[in-house]
């Protein structure tokens, strides 16, 4: 393994695994917290009509599919906070038609041959010097961004009636919370894959979750077990051969085996 670290793919991979969970770990505490999983999942999988976009339009992914996630969130929001009876069906509308609208257009897209499989389940060894300088300027806002608001996101996390009686813009920071899931879901779709990407987003932050006693200190947590989560998968998928994405996922779910077992002993 330490020889395939001179490999510029190698380092980029590793790189990008560090970058993805750590944002991974603080966007996705504030999914649990909130109880977004299945409103995360809803964009994850719209992300897709983005790809389909790039793809058509030959645009950059991560453009077309920020965009389109971006979008999705703004409009699952909107529903989410007008019309909370409709949500499921709304949201598994908007899923369906991302999905099918980004596999139109990938069949539309002349002379193009896309792996849908290299969306479907990650493709880390393929990161580029441009997704990480990507990944890295997502992290550095997210970071500020938590630490500037934190105490509203905080509050409106925990008990959004008591933020907006002491005057805090409840629908501004439940959209900014589904907004930034967005995009951090198009970057660890690189990374684990579309189908895999809201274990990645769960997993872990279950486990800091039991080991935390503040939203702070579960993000802290959630990111370096994501971090070390990944670069275990990352070594097995390397020595054995096998798809990186799913072995993050796998090394995750052992560990929250492992972790549960230990704790119900306790």
Do not use: C
């Not at 510029?8 to 917290?33: H, K, P, R, T, Y």
């Not at 007008?82 to 257009?105: P, S, Y």
């Not at 010097?129 to 997210?142: E, K, P, W």
């Amino acid at each position: 393994m330490l020889d395939a670290l001179s490999y510029e793919f190698i380092q980029n991979a590793i790189l990008a695994g560090v970058l993805v969970s750590i944002a991974s770990g603080i966007i996705g505490s504030l999914i649990v917290v909130n109880r977004m999983v299945f409103l995360a999942g809803g964009v994850a999988h719209t992300a897709y009509g983005g790809i389909g976009l790039a793809v058509y339009f030959g645009l950059p992914i991560f453009l077309g599919a920020s965009l389109f996630a971006v979008f999705a969130a703004l409009i699952m929001a909107m529903i989410t906070l007008r019309q909370k009876e409709h949500i499921d069906t709304f949201i598994g509308l908007i899923w369906a038609v991302g999905m099918a609208l980004g596999i139109i257009l990938v069949d539309l897209t002349p002379g193009y041959n896309v792996d849908l499989l290299s969306y479907l389940f990650g493709s880390i060894l393929a990161v580029s010097d441009a997704d990480i300088y990507y990944m890295g300027t997502l992290l550095v806002g997210i970071i500020l961004i938590t630490t500037f608001w934190y105490r509203d996101i905080l509050a409106v996390s925990y008990d959004s009636e008591y933020a907006a009686l002491r005057g805090t813009n409840v629908p501004f920071f439940y959209t900014l919370i589904l907004v930034l899931s967005a995009l951090t879901i198009v970057v660890a779709i690189k990374v684990v894959g579309l189908i895999l990407v809201i274990a990645l987003l769960t997993i872990p932050i279950y486990i800091a979750q039991k080991l935390s006693r503040s939203l702070g200190t579960m993000m802290i947590y959630s990111g370096i077990l994501s971090t070390i989560f990944t670069m275990i998968g990352l070594y097995l998928s390397y020595v054995y051969d096998l798809t990186s994405g799913a072995t993050i996922i796998l090394v995750s779910a052992v560990s929250l085996i492992i972790f549960l077992a230990i704790n119900k002993r306790r």
